[in-house]
């Protein structure tokens, strides 16, 4: 996991769950930081709750079995079999000498790279659901999708 983009991620903004294979990334838009893993840590599906906003979104995408570098670069990686496949992004609001005015946080996913014949071509597939459901009814959606 590279939680060092934009300077390393603070413990009380990533906790890490090892154990049952998930972490959490608190995107308030308070901080700026960024998250990525590698095809070898990445799931297929990526999801966030806002509590204020009573809000589940997830996203799905296609992850071809053994992919081991994306299309991307993630920052100070120097090796694209480390670039992230998928990624969590939070920006905070704009203070002076910043380039970008508003919060926001982002749910993203990359494709496998592939050395592509002219004409070939790769599907990459990405879906965002957005579903309005009070905290105690999103969690059997949430576990159908995380499943």
């Known amino acids: 996991m590279n939680d060092s983009y934009f300077g390393k991620v603070t ?31 990445a799931k297929s599906v990526l999801g966030s709750y806002s509590s204020a906003a009573q809000l589940l979104t997830i996203v799905r995408f296609n992850k071809p079995a053994g992919a ?40 993203e996913s990359s494709s496998p790279a592939a050395a592509l014949a002219p004409g070939a071509k790769l599907v990459h597939t990405h879906e965002t659901y957005h ?10 959606s949430r576990k159908r999708f995380w499943a």
């Open 131 to 140: 579903l309005l459901a009070r905290a105690r009814h999103s969690t059997p």
């Open 11 to 41: 413990a009380d903004r990533l906790k890490l769950n090892q154990d049952k294979g998930f972490l959490v990334f608190k995107a308030d838009g308070q901080a700026r930081g960024k998250i990525g893993l590698s095809p070898a840590r």
């Open 68 to 107: 081991k570098s994306t299309s991307t670069t993630c920052g100070k990686c120097r090796s694209s079999r480390t670039a992230a496949m998928s990624a969590t992004l939070q920006r905070r609001p704009r203070r002076a000498g910043q380039a970008f005015a508003r919060r926001l946080y982002e749910l």
